[in-house]
C-alpha cells in the first residue's frame, strides 16, 4: 500500500514516515499542501494522510483541490482542531476520516488500515438511503423526500446509527454504547429525548412514520 503524507512539522513527519515504513507501507513525504498536492496528482496512492494546517496551501485547500479534480483516494486528516465545527469542516471538504492530535501511533495505523479496505471493497460509503431518507455523511445533511432535515450533531449521529441499522430493532444499550460511547447505563431519559425529537424532525408531516418504537426491546427504523 502506498501512502503519502502530507506533514509541514518536520519532526511529526519523520515520526509517522517511520513508523509506516516500518508497519511495511510505501510512503511519500510532502512538506505541505502545495506540494502535496502535486504528488497527489501524479497518481497511484492509496490513502493520503493530512495535516489539516499547513503553509502555502492547507489541508482543506489541497482536498477540495483533488476532490474537485475527481481524485476519491480516502483522506485522513490529521489536525490539533477538535471542536465538532472543526471536524465537519474537514468532512465537508472531502475527507473520509478525522483524527485529533495528539494520538496514538496505534490508532493512525488503524484508521489508514480502515480507509485502504473501504477502497478495495468498492470505496468509502459517503451516502446512506433508507426508503425516502437520505444521508450525506460528508456534506453532512439529511433529507427525506428532497426536504432538508435540519439535525443537531448528537442527532446527526444517532440516525446514522439507525440508518446503518435499518429494519432492526437496536436496543438503549447498544444506543448508549454506539452513539453516546457510554459503557453504563447512567439512568437518564437522554435516549427518549433525542429519540423524540429525531421522530419529530424525520417523521412530522410524512404519511408514513420511519421510526419505530419496538415494545420491550428498542427502536427501529423502518423504509
Known sequence: MR???V?????????????????????????????????????GYDVYVVDRMMPRLDGIGMVE??????????V???SA??????????????????????YAFAELIARVEALARRRETGGVQTVLKVGDLEM?????TVHRAGQEIDLQPREFQLLEF??????????????????????????TNVIDVH??????????????AMLQTVRGAGYRLEP
Request: charge should be negative.
Open 7 to 43: 506533514e509541514d512539522d518536520a519532526e511529526a513527519a519523520a515520526a509517522m514516515v517511520r513508523g509506516l515504513s516500518e508497519a511495511g507501507y510505501q510512503v511519500t513525504h510532502a512538506v505541505d499542501g502545495a506540494y502535496g498536492l502535486l504528488e497527489a496528482q501524479k497518481g
Open 81 to 102: 482542531l477538535g471542536e465538532v465545527e472543526d471536524r465537519i469542516t474537514g468532512l465537508k471538504a472531502g475527507a473520509d476520516d478525522y483524527l485529533v492530535k495528539p
Open 162 to 187: 439507525l440508518m446503518r441499522h435499518a429494519g432492526q430493532s437496536v436496543t438503549r444499550t447498544m444506543l448508549l454504547e454506539k452513539v453516546w460511547e457510554y459503557h453504563f447505563d447512567p439512568q
Open 136 to 140: 450525506n455523511l460528508i456534506a453532512r
Open 76 to 78: 485522513l486528516f490529521l
Open 3 to 5: 501512502i503519502l503524507v
Open 65 to 74: 483541490t483533488l476532490r474537485g479534480g475527481g481524485d476519491q483516494t480516502p
Open 195 to 208: 429519540i423524540s425529537r429525531l421522530r419529530a424532525k424525520i417523521d412530522k408531516g410524512f404519511d408514513h
